[in-house]
């Protein structure tokens, strides 16, 4: 059983940038692959990006690709989500998830924080 925990969110104005953290425990971190996902109110919950056990693979929905970036420490079971050039499309409660295949659908992760919001503001 994996317990995953989100940290970062917050406020930021229009441009600006955010990092959110992941933490892991009680699993073997390094074996899983780590999405993050996003619900924004009234919608449903989305792709945003993926990384591969090993960081070799990483996956990106259009709409973040060249503004946010995945990254793991397996050393300190933690998966981040750099964002830059955020924009109010981007406000939405995020949530890392960890699974055993490398998917950008929700229901094939296996695990699931809690989430943290990000709201930003024009």
């Known amino acids: 059983q994996v317990q995953l925990l989100e940290s970062g969110g917050g406020w930021v104005q229009a441009g600006g940038s955010l990092r959110l953290s992941c933490a892991a425990s009680?699993?073997?971190?390094?074996?899983?692959?780590m999405g993050w996902f996003r619900q924004a109110p009234g919608k449903e919950r989305e792709f945003v990006t993926s990384?591969?056990?090993?960081?070799?693979?990483?996956n990106y929905a259009d709409s973040v690709k060249g503004r946010f970036t995945i990254s793991r420490d397996n050393a300190k079971n933690t998966v981040y989500l750099k964002m830059n050039s955020l924009n109010s499309e981007d406000t939405a409660v995020y949530y890392c998830?960890?699974?055993?295949?490398?998917?950008?659908?929700?229901?094939?992760?296996?695990?699931w924080g809690q989430g943290t919001q990000v709201t930003v503001s024009s």
């Open positions: 009680g699993g073997t971190f390094s074996s899983y692959f």
């Open positions: 998830a960890a699974g055993w295949v490398a998917t950008t659908f929700a229901n094939r992760y296996d695990y």
């Open positions: 990384i591969s056990p090993g960081s070799i693979i990483t």
